[in-house]
């Protein structure tokens, strides 16, 4: 049982001050230093702590459900994966922000991972941080493929797959059966200009639209991808670490990530450095200063660019993911959660966020920050890439539809022009309790 208040001293006497749990997803520990943070700047009136939940996205889902579905008033903060608001939405899980506390938390951030905590027209979270995939690429590679990569130039799918194929280098993706390899097949479907639900506010009476021209043309960009050349060899497995590492191989030549893949190759550096001026040998120095030159050199031929298009003359929209910081619907102490969703979620805390852990901000002036756009040198194409993102569905039946979707698409080689059609049909019959998962 979660303890509820902590008597703290002050002015000769006890008082009872209100504890505040965050259930936060795994990170560095900066969720848990800006939980400090905030307790510090609310003068005495709670403390916020933490509490872990499982690494990955699927179990922090199935914890939460099963507290909250027992009415669990321990929950006053979480820390939720963008594609569930939905769902705990309509389960009546969260509380509602009202429409003045709507406006005071919600200003200057950028539309898209505000539409990511709106169900049925009502802010349900506050967005707390915000993600997006560039296209990344070696700019030796490009240069002898002959791509024209200059800023604002769209690069086009079958121009990536090519390029790879021409150079013998590999096209790195996330297509395990897993969240990742849904958030490419939704960005596919979207840069075509399609959607994976007609109405996905319907419920569970909504209606696929992957039987659709955007769902053909993304089924053939993953089958081309599949059985091409370009393809990674543990392509059918692969996630982000696996494309990071397979990008930083011998063959590595273009890759579709998160910017956590730009801060870690920084980091690197750092720690290159640091180690540099502790050495005390000529040998050590020596070594690490080979080390530090290789990974210059390594930084230097780093290029990105906006996410791949799918049809010609038509912008892509770039995957979106992100937290964003709800409050329990069972919480005693609604007020200060809503005051400390403040604290966490202002622009100073979302610039630490995203200095110490590679995560986007939600709110557009961050981008400015000289120190932003020191540690991030495409911080203006992120924050474009963020505005025009588009979300998984927003639906209360997410954990169905992805889950289908991802077994009809699995694996990439196995693709056809009839997946998309199947999907949908499985979508449907797993909603109207005709098919289990």
Known sequence: MLVGA??????????????LTWYINPDDGTQAKLAEICTDQSGGRYHIRTALLPRDSTSQREQ?????????????LMSLDVPYLAEFANAGFVRQFGASERARLTTGMLDGPLASAVWDGKLFAVPFNTNTQLLWYRKSVAARAGLDVRPHTSLMWA???????RTGTTVQVQASRYEGYMVLINALVASAGGAILENPEAGRDVQPALASPAGEKAAGIIRTLGR????SADLNTSNEGTAQAGFLAKDGGFMINWPFVYTAESAALKGL???????????????????????EARMD??????????????????????????????????????????????AESQK?????????????????????????????????????AVPRPITPYYPDITAAIQRTWHPPASVTMRTPGESAELIMAVLHDRRLL
């Open 159 to 165: 121009q990536v797959i090519e390029a790879a194929e």
């Open 6 to 19: 902590v008597a703290v001293a002050g002015c000769g006497a006890e008082s009872s001050v209100p504890i």
């Open 273 to 295: 450095a640091a180690q540099f001026g502790a050495a005390t040998s000529d040998a050590a120095r020596s070594k690490l200063r080979k080390a530090i030159a290789d990974q």
């Open 64 to 76: 939460l459900v099963r507290r909250l579905a027992a009415s669990d008033s321990g929950i006053d």
């Open 352 to 388: 630490t966020y995203m200095l110490s852990e590679g995560l986007l901000s939600t709110i557009q002036s961050v981008y400015d920050d000289p120190d932003i756009q020191k540690a991030f040198p495409m911080a203006d194409l992120l924050r474009q890439s963020v505005a025009e």
């Open 228 to 231: 091409s050349k370009a393809a």
């Open 301 to 346: 031929d780093f290029g990105w660019t906006r996410w791949p298009s799918v049809v010609p003359g038509r912008p892509s929209a770039p995957p979106l993911g992100g937290i964003n910081i709800a409050i329990g619907a069972f919480t005693k102490h609604p007020d200060d959660a809503v005051d400390a969703v403040r604290c966490l979620t202002s």
